[in-house]
């Protein structure tokens, strides 16, 4: 199976700052990856699939970036409402289609 | 909009059968893999199952492989997942989350709000 690995665990970083979340695959996934974002007793949401398209609806300031093993979520200048749980996963041919342990991002 | 609404979460004794239900709306149902998600209370998500949307590919995390059964109803708009044998180990949230594309393989761009299976005797 494929283990998704994120990095940091928690970040804490101030509003208006630039937030950098790291994912890496245990073997290449090409471009079939989605970052999730996860709020205190919601449903995830998708942010960014294809390692760097946007879902719908979502702001401009998060991108996403890499292919094969390793990626980044960027989301450029924090907002209050961006403070949560992130999640990466892979979608890559063949299942489990793994989620790394999660980036917890807190207001420093 | 698109809305999926899970039911059938409960309590269940160690051992015992549940099936959850997925209504949607707002979406050609036929046209999209769907899948089961879970979250145990404070933990990660975990990848349970998925179906293609003519049920020709489904697929299973070892960890309920021959225990659960997923299934999908497009006469009804409805995904379904039939879980035997429970354990506590499967004490969490299960989320429907609807596939982007039409294979099993994708991104999931929509969840319900998730139903809370809880094992325990």
């Known amino acids: 199976d494929i283990v998704m690995t994120q990095s940091p665990a928690t970040l804490s970083v101030s509003p208006g700052e630039r937030a950098t979340l790291s994912c890496r695959a245990s073997q290449s996934v090409t471009s079939n990856l989605a970052w999730y974002q996860q709020k205190p007793g919601q449903a995830p949401r998708l942010l960014i699939y294809?390692?760097?398209t946007r879902a719908t609806g979502i702001p401009a300031r998060f991108s996403g970036s890499g292919s094969g093993r390793v990626f980044t979520l960027t989301i450029s200048s924090l907002q209050s409402e961006d403070f949560a749980v992130y999640y990466c996963?892979?979608?890559?041919?063949?299942?489990?289609?793994?989620f790394g342990q999660g980036t917890k991002l807190e207001i420093k | 909009e698109v809305q999926l609404v899970e039911s059938g979460g409960g309590l269940v004794q160690p051992g015992r059968s549940l099936r959850l239900s997925c209504g949607v709306s707002g979406f050609t149902f036929d046209d999209y893999a769907m899948h089961w998600v879970r979250q145990a209370p404070g933990k990660g998500l975990e990848w349970v199952s998925g179906l293609s949307w003519n049920s020709g590919s489904i697929d299973y995390a070892e960890s309920v492989k021959g225990r659960f059964t997923i299934s999908r109803d497009n006469a009804k708009n409805s995904l379904y997942l039939q879980m035997n044998s429970l354990r506590a180990e499967d004490a969490a949230f299960y989320y429907c989350?609807?596939?982007?594309?039409?294979?099993?393989?994708?991104?999931?761009?929509?969840w319900g709000q998730g139903t809370l299976v809880t094992v325990s005797s």
């Open positions: 294809g390692s760097s």
């Open positions: 996963q892979h979608y890559n041919n063949w299942p489990p289609y793994t």
């Open positions: 989350a609807k596939g982007a594309f039409e294979t099993v393989a994708s991104p999931f761009d929509y």
